[in-house]
């Protein structure tokens, strides 16, 4: 069965410091890899995405990402945080089973202080 | 703003009813995903359509039914509402069933169930 393990349910971290978000993920397919933050009050949107190619990827707001096949993880990253990155992150693997279909983590609770 | 329009925004119903949840999807995108999200059971995909037919299916009860209909919105029917069905739910669409594109979310549809 395909499952996505995001292994912090809560990270708190102070402003400027760098921070780590990891996931693991199990499927017996070939998935494509994604993160989403949710803000409070809102609807996920997109972080960054891995389809294929370079496993280091950049998305936004000065997030990127790091595809490791062998370990099956999907780990993100920022040097500097700020406190407007406090949020809930998700980690999410879009696989075929018949038709597509993305199966999120649980989450990670970001909290920034100052 | 991701385009992606969702009513009822709050809904208070009793056990044992009936509510349909509506989502306008983006101008132009053909899937449509339903996503429960709840604090014990995180973000759970229910079901996928495309171009009016389902796709694929996730966690979804029997009590529970969706439908896309040709002008591409759609709806999610919840019976036999149960305390547990208290959620938000989310519709999230994207360009194509393909798995690779972005889901963009709406800001979700919160059920209470009394």
């Known amino acids: 069965a395909q499952s996505v393990t995001q292994l912090d349910s809560q990270v708190p971290v102070f402003e400027e410091a760098p921070v780590e978000l990891r996931c693991n993920y199990s499927?017996?397919?070939?998935?494509?890899l994604f993160w989403y933050v949710q803000y409070p009050n809102q609807g996920l949107q997109l972080l960054l995405k891995y389809l294929s190619g370079s496993t280091l990827v950049k998305g936004i707001n000065g997030f990127e990402a790091e595809f490791n096949k062998s370990q099956t993880s999907f780990h993100l990253r920022k040097p500097s945080v700020h406190i407007s990155d406090t949020a809930e992150y998700f980690c999410?693997?879009?696989?075929?089973?018949?038709?597509?279909?993305?199966?999120f983590g649980a989450g990670t609770r970001l909290f920034v202080k100052a | 703003d991701s385009g992606v329009t969702q009513t009822p925004k709050h809904l208070i119903t009793a056990t044992g009813q009936r509510v349909t949840l509506r989502c306008s999807p983006r101008s132009g995108d053909l899937s449509v995903y339903w996503y429960q999200q709840s604090l014990d059971q995180g973000l759970q995909f229910l079901i996928h359509y495309y171009n009016g037919e389902e796709r694929a299916k996730g966690n979804i009860l029997e009590r529970f039914s969706a439908q896309q209909f040709p002008d591409l919105h759609s709806e999610l029917n919840l019976s036999s509402l149960e305390l547990g069905d208290s959620a938000l739910y989310f519709c999230?669409?994207?360009?194509?069933?393909?798995?690779?594109?972005?889901?963009?979310f709406g800001e979700g549809s919160r059920l209470t169930v009394l």
């Open positions: 999410a693997v879009s696989l075929y089973t018949g038709g597509f279909k993305t199966i």
């Open positions: 499927s017996s397919v070939s998935v494509y």
């Open positions: 999230a669409s994207s360009q194509t069933g393909q798995g690779a594109g972005e889901l963009f």
